[in-house]
């Protein structure tokens, strides 16, 4: 965890003043700013640092590398780079560090973008090749650590968190917000700020590359499903990566722990890390006491439990909305506390088990979708598809976008209904509303992660966001992953091989950081999503939103 922040400029006279005190939370221990002159305009690098490899060593900030003349501000982990370290050794470039910042400027130097499938891990990068002066912004594969940019006066800005931006913040409709109660693709609810997407780059090679940035992308969701693949091929696999994947995020020269809920994807973490001390968040007050199902998911740790309530969510409320740079949801509550209790504990590095329900169909909405899949599928219905419509809300785009579209009246439901032909390519309903959160809801769920342990200056990290794990499971074909048993089958069955304690994996309910907003707000009424309905939660947050960032209120449902 580290902070990034920079501006390209073509008039040297015009650059603003770097302040690496407003990342300051994602990188405590180092900052600094750093200037370079390119032929064609002038770069302010800005960099944080959270130390955590080689925590003790000498590692400049940001890391500028003179025997392969690059420099870059490096936001999050490269797990393989001791791996990449071995591969890229050079008698003529030798190692000034033992971190993988360097491993990143020397992969630079030997392959360019090549470098980019070659690392295993997360991250948000601005590099400067001081031989070819071009200027790289990129993202990790699934969008884990945050890069944000913006033009402003000629010039190009860009920074870890939208708070860092040297540019006025204003207020500006945004489609997702309307549709999912928060943004999650390139265009943010603040005007002219766009997000780098997951597996992105933007390359500058010139002055015109500042007026109109261009990303492309380097790495996309692969869509093919192996429908020949076998259950025991699908577990095996699953299994020996998911291992590995849990094993190179558990290295430690820092302080490590988990977030422990009770369920399924959490207990397979501490199942394989055996963390000596996990947290918990529960709330036994309230009817949602996560602790008895945490004591079967780390028998032999000790368990910290984090609770808190309305009054001091309220207390903070505007400080977490700040953090958050735009409005999320309501599990931001719960890692805010947890963070601060981990902080708090001594630790800077958790492990956690985001990614696990959109890749294996975790989720109630995809179980819902499933049987109604079986009445498409079913053989006997084959000359009813009329009937199955009718009974189904209509055709199968129209269901993805009524699930998805959360706003009042479903007054954006074509807007819903463009995510899901964006992002959906017709496999079924299942693998299709899983692409559409990958793309969108997981996005939020990403950001809230990494902006609530990084406000504790914590990072947080998810072995499901390997990307090896990432390209089997949209392989693994969805009757592997749902059946009339189980959701998550495949990974169930990978819980019972790697000894997961049984009550839990035969769970039916699921247990992730929910927060009991409508019992606290009792007077507020649950909308038509029932008991978890975040609509009442949503307004609350766009209003403290809106006061963090010093903006005027305006009606519901803007610009749709």
């Keep these: 965890m580290c902070g990034v922040l920079g501006v390209v400029t073509t008039d040297k006279a015009q650059m603003p003043c770097l302040d690496p005190r407003r990342l300051h939370h994602r990188g405590p221990d180092d900052r600094a700013v750093a200037h370079f002159n390119l032929p064609w305009g002038h770069l302010a690098l800005g960099a944080t640092r959270l130390s955590i490899v080689d ?4 590692v400049p900030v940001p890391g500028v590398f003179r025997h392969v003349d690059v420099a870059l501000s490096f936001n999050g982990e490269i797990y393989n780079w001791r791996e990449l370290r071995e591969t890229l050794h050079d008698p003529n470039a030798p190692w000034e560090t033992n971190c993988d910042t360097e491993v990143v400027a020397h992969a630079w130097r030997r392959w360019g973008l090549g470098m980019l499938p070659r690392l295993n891990g997360m991250w948000a990068l601005a590099l400067v090749d001081l031989r070819t002066n071009q200027v790289l912004l990129t993202r990790d594969r699934a969008g884990e650590k945050p890069l944000f940019y913006t033009t402003h006066n000629g010039q190009l800005h860009f920074a870890s968190e939208i708070k860092a931006l040297s540019v006025p913040l204003v207020e500006t409709p945004c489609q997702e917000q309307n549709v999912l109660e928060f943004d999650c693709l390139d265009r943010t609810p603040f005007q002219g700020i766009y997000r780098l997407g997951p597996g992105q780059r933007i390359l500058l090679s010139g002055p015109e590359d500042l007026q109109s940035p261009c990303p492309k992308t380097w790495w ?9 693949m076998t259950w025991d091929s699908a577990v095996d ?6 291992v590995d994947a849990i094993r190179i995020r558990a290295r430690n020269e820092v302080p490590v722990t988990a977030l422990v809920s009770g ?5 397979i973490v501490q199942t394989v890390a ?64 947890l963070a601060r209790e981990i902080k708090a504990s001594g630790y800077k590095v958790v492990l956690s088990g985001e990614g696990a329900d959109e890749l294996f169909a975790g989720y109630s909405r995809y179980r819902v979708l499933w049987w109604l ?11 009813y598809q009329a009937l199955v419509n009718l009974v189904t809300v209509g055709p199968r785009e129209q269901i993805l976008a009524t699930m998805l579209d959360r706003s009042p009246n479903h007054c954006s439901l074509e807007h819903a209904a463009d995510l899901v032909r964006r992002f ?4 079924d309903m299942v693998a299709d509303m899983a692409r559409v959160e990958w793309h969108t809801t997981m996005q939020c769920l990403l950001r809230m992660a990494d902006r609530m342990m990084a406000a504790h200056s914590i990072e947080n990290r998810s072995p499901f966001f390997d990307y090896r794990l990432i390209e089997l499971a949209t392989r693994i074909p969805t009757k592997h992953k749902v059946n009339t048993q189980w959701s998550k089958a495949v990974l169930r069955e990978v819980a019972l091989r790697l000894g997961v304690n049984r009550e839990i994996v035969n769970n039916p309910t699921k247990v992730g950081l929910v927060t009991p907003w409508n019992k606290w707000r009792a007077a507020s009424i649950p909308g038509g999503r029932g008991a978890w309905d975040r609509g ?25």
């Excluded at 996309?220 to 020949?228: A, I, K, R, T």
């Excluded at 369920?263 to 207990?267: E, I, Q, R, T, V």
């Excluded at 899949?373 to 000359?383: E, G």
Aim: with cysteine; glycine share 4%; charged share 20%.
């Design 424 to 427: 959906a390519v017709g496999k």
């Design 373 to 383: 899949t079986q009445a498409y599928w079913d053989p006997q219905l084959r000359n």
């Design 220 to 228: 996309v969701l692969p869509w093919e499903v192996s429908e020949e």
């Design 274 to 337: 055996e963390f000596p001390q996990v947290f918990c968040c529960t709330f036994p007050e309230d009817g949602m006491d996560w602790l008895p199902m945490a004591r079967l998911a780390a028998p032999h740790a000790e368990i910290r439990t984090v609770t808190f309530d309305l009054s001091q969510v309220l207390q903070d409320f505007t400080r977490i909305a700040y953090h958050l740079d735009t409005p999320a949801t309501w599990t931001a509550l719960c890692q805010w506390f």
């Design 55 to 58: 925590p003790e060593g000498p």
């Design 536 to 560: 009442d939660f949503s307004r609350q947050m766009l209003s403290a939103w809106r006061r963090a960032y010093q903006l005027p209120e305006v009606p519901p449902c803007l610009g749709s």
């Design 237 to 242: 696999q699953t299994k020996a990566i998911l």
């Design 263 to 267: 369920g399924l994807d959490s207990a």
